[in-house]
């Protein structure tokens, strides 16, 4: 069974960090670029980056852009998504997706294209 579970979410307060983790079991996530999306609550689901199935391409929204890295440890089959400077309006629940780079495809934060869902993660940014 392919699962994803995201982890590390928590309370922080504005400029604090966190670092979420996205652990795949039932397959291995060499083959797939992974997404990083949040929701908060009474908004769409948004994308906030994309790792390339190698590590090598990296995008982020422009929102989050020089506040959050996204890195990959695929001996682990984990993905990261560190969060620095973090705003009140970072507040959502995170998810990880996959999506197979194959055939081959550009790393893009657009949900339809994921194929794989983590439960999701709060991260509540607060004073």
């Known amino acids: 069974q392919l699962q994803l579970v995201e982890s590390g979410g928590g309370l922080v307060q504005p400029g604090g960090s966190l670092r979420l983790s996205c652990v795949a079991s039932?397959?291995?996530?060499?083959?797939?670029?992974i997404g990083w999306f949040r929701q908060a609550p009474g908004k769409e689901r948004e994308g906030v980056s994309c790792?390339?199935?190698?590590?090598?391409?990296?995008s982020y929204a422009n929102s989050v852009k020089g506040r959050f890295t996204t890195s990959r440890d695929n001996a682990k089959n984990t993905v990261y998504l560190r969060m620095n400077s973090l705003k009140p309006e970072d507040t959502a629940v995170y998810y990880c997706?996959?999506?197979?780079?194959?055939?081959?495809?550009?790393?893009?934060?657009?949900?339809?294209?994921?194929?794989?869902w983590g439960q999701g993660t709060q991260v509540t940014v607060s004073s």
């Open positions: 790792i390339s199935n190698t590590g090598g391409t990296t």
């Open positions: 039932g397959f291995t996530l060499d083959s797939y670029h």
């Open positions: 997706a996959a999506v197979k780079n194959w055939p081959p495809r550009p790393c893009i934060v657009t949900l339809n294209l994921y194929d794989y």
